[in-house]
Every structure is written in structure tokens, then in C-alpha cells.
């Protein structure tokens, strides 16, 4: 049909509807667009906000707190569908027998008694509104009274919590009201009650505009804590949040996040989500059905997790608490080294700030073979270490103090002819006991006078011919470190950006990959080199606020008398390590227990062997349990009448009529033996027991890891 025209009842065509004239239309433009063409709009700030004021309650150590619901300590009796049923209709029918004998009179008037004394003489004519009234509300009443009597008898309260509506909801109402300003984690109360309302106010702008995220408000949380501690000025921090807002504070790297996140961070609390504490008897019930989370409070007694390969301990718990710690680094309350095989999955470069790259010519920064420290004798300590500490006697009482001499012999003359220390090229050479280098050293030492230097020298020169002497084992040590593929490393002359260890005293985030493939003996050298520099250098920081932790992928060959000990001191100095082996045979057999004394959360994942399991069941001891022994004795018909009762009960069930007796009594018995540890954990699932810095305890728990 033509636009022009209408068409009558008939369904005829009618001529065009003339249309009345007007003043001409002028074009109207499109309204400008919020943002740019092939751009989402910005987010609004009810995500962040939502996240900032959910309830974070204490509560056990390990327990996910973003969102919990507390439980109680001990399961509460719950008594089977069928007999709550069965329960309910018997105490029903009884309200309904007791009613019934009242309403017809079989138990007496005597329930009638208050009703004649209540209603008055005028009230008690025939068909009177008033007393019909009365007297049919009274009934409802004593109805009443009889159901709700029979229904807390027949626990009529639990079938409705159990099967009505209040089941059928999935979650916890939540109060969708805003809280109070002075209750209101967005309204910065503190800062207004130090008197910053105005950097109060520009943060609550921009956490209403999305403009703020988790990393800014911890870490503008972490430059407030700061000038609570007089380390910082209030003037400075008002004017630096009265400027920037949400981007106050920065990271040294300028960072507000990281490029990718694989796990559930909650940097309010400072805990990354690990998985689920299974629903199984063996957990307490007030952690069953939890997400299990690690925080630095728990990071700060250290962890150790044993599972062979492809168990998920570099995807389940290295990469997530890596992943974690890189995010509190951003907020300025952590200082992160992250050591692991190149490509083995410890997250992109770009989400850290050092990656050193041992063996990779493309590599920026180099490792400081010595620490960053001038003092020959502690330099001595930690390259000793790391040279023949794993060859030391593995009891706890030993060290390395021979080769540790042996060091310091050379490295303090060397310092004082050159003022640095050798490299390694130069440092093979001195243990070998090469003429030319010693007798340069000695010329320097006699021409700048350090007498002392020089007997240092002379004992170093008349040991070398002792049979037993060390410096032939530290020689071949450090020609693991002199080949072609490291020939760019570990320079000494300061070409180089050596990245030392000292620097955790900022919040940084490092990587060092280690070369495994065809340098496997100094991947495991270079690695307790690194523990070694992370406990001498945590241990003497003057701020101790920030906290440090050392992530060690793998950990074979790493375990050493001296490195037990030092692991055993980091607790003090406000850090910790995570430590991943594929078996506790890598650990010398007499290091085992202390390495597990010393580590406050222990983690067996799935697949572990049942010695590993033997050592995780004795280091987490026994409790008593409820054991239940069941006695079935057959029952002895004496007369004719109870033989053929039995017989027939017999001929129907096709068993012998028998008598239980039950029998409950307090045992002893193991946590989680070592063949539950073996066979009964799931794949994926891993046994963690935890205790944290102020000494709270959580028993072994089974964790799913996939969830």
C-alpha cells in the first residue's frame, strides 16, 4: 500500500490525505556519545563498593574471611529425614487425639473453667455476637497452645529450616542499606577523624566514580599507616591524595595492578584463596565446606609443600601465593623473590619488577654473587653456604664453618688490593691455588702494609698442601659457576646491574630464573645461595613493617643445617619462605624433622609415599577419639514358643535373631596416618595444617585445590 494513501472500510484506494502546512523542520543534531565509539562505558563504583563493605569476620586460621558465615565448633545433632518425618505425624496425630477428646468431652469441662470466669453474666445469652466471639477465639487459643506443643515435640521447627522456604534460598539476605558514614569502610573514617575530610572526600569520590580498586585502597591504606607511625607527614599524604586521589602513593614501577590474576584475591585482609576445606569427618566442622585461604600471617611461619610432579604444586599454591604477595608488593606492604625453573609458570614478566634471568643473554639484571655486602666475612658466610652447605654433616649441629675460613682468607686480601671482590673466573683461580694471582695478591698487601691480610694469606698458602684441605671442593664447586653459558654473570666490576638481596627493604617484586636444563648442579647451588642472601639480609632490617617472603619453587638440594636454622629465625623478622619438594627424601634423612619443626604450615598433597606420610603423620601427632565398638550375640530361645518365634524370624529375615551391644570408649589414635596420607587423599586435594604468627592452630585439614 502507498504511504500516501488510505484506504476506506471497503478496501478501496482513496486519494492522498493532504497534509497542513507548517514552518519547515530544522535538522536536529545527535546527542554527543559518553564515550568513544568501539570503548565500553566507564564501570561505576557499586562493584568495588560492594567488595569494600562485605563483612569480613575472625575467625579460624585458614578460613576464607571475605563473606564467611561462622559455624560452630560441633556439629549439631542432626537427626535423619525419615525419623523427623515419622516424628512430626506422630506428634501431630497425638495433638490431634488430645483436641479431639477435649471437643467431645471425654476428658471433662475442666479446660472450659477459664472461659465462664472471663465472660460476663450479660454475655452468656443465646446467640450473642459478643460470646460467640469469645468463645470461638478461646478455642483457637487452646488449639494453639496443643500445636505448638506437639510441634516442638515433633521438631515441626527443623522440617520448616530443613525443607521450606528458608532452605530454598541460596545465600544470606544481605542488608542492602547503606552503612552509617562513621561504619563506612568508603567514607575513610579514620582520615576524618584525624582531620583529613578533604582527602576523605576526593577518595570516596573516586571510589564512587570506579575509579579506585583493591590494590589503590590497600595501598593508600598502607601510606595512612605510615603517617599513624610518624614516618610520614599528614600534610604530605592530604596533599599527595588532594592530587592524584585514587592514584596517591604510588609504586616505585607506577603499577596499579597486575596485567593477569588467576586467583581470589582479598587485599583487605591480605589472604589468596586456595581451595575448599572438604566436607569429610576427618575435618573439624567448623572448617568444613570453607574456602581455605593463606595469608602473610600464616606465610610468616613459612610453608612446605611435598607432592610429586603434576600434583598441582606450582599451579595450586606457588603461582596463587606468588600471584598475592606480587599485589601486596603493589601496595606497598610486601617485598616478593620469586625462584623457579625458567617456564615454569611463576606468572608474566611484566607482573615483577626484577626478573633476573641466569644463563639468558637477554637477561637485564644480573645476580650479586656476594650479597651486596663489604664485609668480607659475612660474604664468606653466604657464598659457603651455597658452595658446600649441602655437602656439610646433615645433622643440626653442624655448619661450614672450615670452608666459610677458607673464603674469607682470599676474599678479604682481595678486597683490599682492588676494593671489590673476585669474580668468578678470578675466585677459581685463588681456591686453586694458581702462583700468579696469589703472588699479586701478595704484592698488593705488602705495598699497601696490611700485615694482618698478609698472615690471612700466609695460612690460606700453607694450607693447600693439607690433604684435607677444602679449597680443591670449593674450587670445583664455583667451576660449576665458570662456563661459557654464565660468562656474562655475576660481574664484579659494577658493568653490570646486579640486583642484590639488600633491596628488600622496599616493596619489590622479584624473579630469578634458574637454568635447569644441562646446569642442574647450579640451579641447586644458585638457589641456596639465594635462601642464604634472604635470611642474612631479612634478619637485619630496620623496618621490619614490611613484610618479606622467599618463594622457592623447588627445593631440591636447597635443605642445609644452616639453612634450617636460618628458616627458624625468619619468623621473628616479619617474613617467611615457601618451600616445594616432590619427596623428603631430597632432604637429608636427620634434617627432616627439624625442616618440619621449623615450617609452621606443612601441606602433603595427593600422591605422596607412605615414608613421606610416615614423617607428616608424626609431626602432627594423635588425638582422642570416640571409637564404637558393635558386639552382635545371638539370642537362646529357652521355650517352645520363643524357638518358634525365632524360627519364623529366621524363615522371614534369614538370619539368626541377635542381641547388639555397643561399646564406646576414648582412644589414641593418629590424625592421618601415613597410609591415608598415601592412598586416601583425592587427586587434586591436598592435607594442610597451619598455625600462624601469634601461635594459633589449625589441625590438618583436606583441602580440594580445584575449587
Known sequence: ?????????????????????????????????????????????????????????????????????????????????????????????????IWSLLWNGYLGGWWLLPLYAMIPDSWAEPHSFASVVVVYAYYVLVAGIIMVGVGRLGRWGEIWRRYGPPAWRRGPARDERPPAPEEDPAAWPALR???????????????????????????????????????????TFTGAVLKDGAAACPHPSGARDLPVRQARHDLLTGQVRLGTTADDPRNPYAYRGTGLALGTDLLGTSLLAVGPAGSGKTGGVVRPVAESLCLQALAGRAAVVVVGAAGAGLG???AYDVVVRIGSPDSVYDLDLYGGTTDPDEAAAVLAEALVGDLADPHPGSDSRRSTTVLAQLLGPFRAVHGRFPSVPELRQLLDGAPAPLAALRQGLEAAGQESLLRELDARERQMGHPGDVGGILADRVALLDRPAF??????????????????????????????????????????LVLAQ?????????????????????????????????????????????????????????????????????????????????????????????????????????????????????????????????????????????????????AGHAVLSLTNVKGEHAPPLLVDLRE
Do not use: Y
Request: hydrophobic residues 40%; contains cysteine.
Open 1 to 97: 500500500m502507498d504511504s500516501e494513501g488510505t484506504q476506506d472500510a471497503r478496501g478501496t484506494q482513496a486519494g492522498p490525505v493532504p497534509r497542513p502546512a507548517g514552518p519547515p523542520q530544522v535538522p536536529v543534531a545527535p546527542p554527543r556519545p559518553a564515550h568513544a565509539p568501539g570503548m565500553p562505558p566507564p564501570p561505576d563504583g557499586s562493584a568495588f563498593l560492594a567488595w569494600l563493605r562485605t563483612a569480613r569476620p575472625e575467625t579460624l586460621p585458614g578460613i576464607w574471611r571475605f563473606g564467611h558465615r561462622p559455624r560452630p565448633e560441633e556439629e549439631p545433632e542432626r537427626v535423619p529425614g525419615r525419623q523427623l518425618f515419622s516424628g512430626a505425624l506422630i506428634a501431630f496425630l497425638v495433638g490431634w487425639l
Open 193 to 235: 577523624a584525624a582531620g583529613a575530610a578533604d582527602a576523605a572526600d576526593r577518595l570516596a569520590s573516586d571510589a564512587r566514580a570506579g575509579l579506585m580498586r583493591d590494590v589503590d585502597h590497600a595501598r593508600i591504606a598502607r601510606a595512612w599507616q605510615g603517617v599513624r607511625t610518624g614516618r610520614h607527614s599528614l600534610a
Open 348 to 350: 608474566p614478566s611484566d
Open 487 to 528: 660468562a656474562g654473570f655475576f660481574d664484579t666490576s659494577g658493568q653490570s646491574r646486579p640486583f642484590t638481596l639488600k633491596a628488600l627493604d622496599h616493596p619489590v617484586r622479584v624473579r630469578v630464573d634458574l637454568p635447569e636444563r644441562g646446569h642442574a648442579d647450579a640451579s641447586r647451588m644458585l638457589a641456596r
Open 534 to 682: 634472604f635470611t642474612a639480609s631479612v634478619t637485619v632490617r630496620e623496618d621490619r613493617s614490611l613484610f618479606a617472603c622467599l618463594v622457592l619453587d623447588d627445593a631440591t638440594g636447597v635443605i642445609t643445617p644452616e639453612s634450617v636454622r636460618g628458616i627458624q629465625r625468619l619468623r621473628s623478622a616479619n617474613a617467611g619462605v615457601l618451600l616445594t619438594l616432590r619427596t623428603l627424601d631430597d632432604v637429608p634423612r636427620p634434617l627432616r624433622g627439624p625442616l618440619l619443626g621449623a615450617t609452621g604450615c606443612r601441606m602433603a598433597l595427593s600422591g605422596v609415599t607412605p615414608w613421606d606420610g610416615q614423617d607428616f603423620a608424626e609431626v602432627w601427632g594423635k588425638e582422642w577419639t570416640e571409637a564404637r565398638d558393635v558386639t552382635d550375640r545371638q539370642i537362646i530361645a529357652e521355650s517352645p514358643a520363643g524357638k518358634a518365634v525365632h524360627a519364623l524370624r529366621r524363615a522371614i529375615t534369614g538370619k539368626a535373631p541377635t542381641a547388639r551391644a555397643v561399646t564406646v570408649r576414648q582412644v589414641e589414635r593418629e590424625r592421618w596416618s601415613a597410609s591415608e596420607l598415601a592412598h586416601a587423599v583425592p
